[in-house]
Nanobody, 115 residues
């Protein structure tokens, strides 16, 4: 059974940057599509970005040109570089690994954008 652990969240001022990391264990990481989702208080969890095993990326419109997803298969890690952060980016950010019909979720990391 796989295990995903996110880190890198915290408090940042509007316009600032953060880099989230998600380290995987117990899975063949290179085979998995890796994604980031987020959930703000009182809202549904929403898609943020994904990167396939072939390095193809896709982003939600709300984060395009500000966020970058990347992966390092040698380290079993996926990253989310977040720039030009806005208060509306405040949420718990979750990492998800997907392979065929199997999904594995991390426990989440809090990102708060506030002055």
């Amino acid at each position: 059974q796989g295990h995903l652990v996110e880190s890198g969240g915290g408090l940042v001022q509007p316009g600032g940057s953060l880099r989230l990391s998600c380290v995987a264990s117990g899975i063949i990481f290179s085979r998995y599509a890796m994604s980031w989702y987020r959930q703000a208080p009182g809202k549904e969890r929403e898609f943020v970005a994904t990167i396939t095993s072939h390095q193809t990326t896709n982003y939600a419109e709300s984060v395009k040109s500000r966020f970058t997803i990347s992966r390092d298969n040698a380290k079993d890690t996926v990253y989310l570089q977040m720039n030009s952060l806005k208060p509306e980016d405040t949420a718990v950010y979750y990492c998800k690994g997907s392979w065929y019909t199997y999904d594995e979720w991390g426990q989440g990391t809090q990102v708060t954008v506030s002055s």
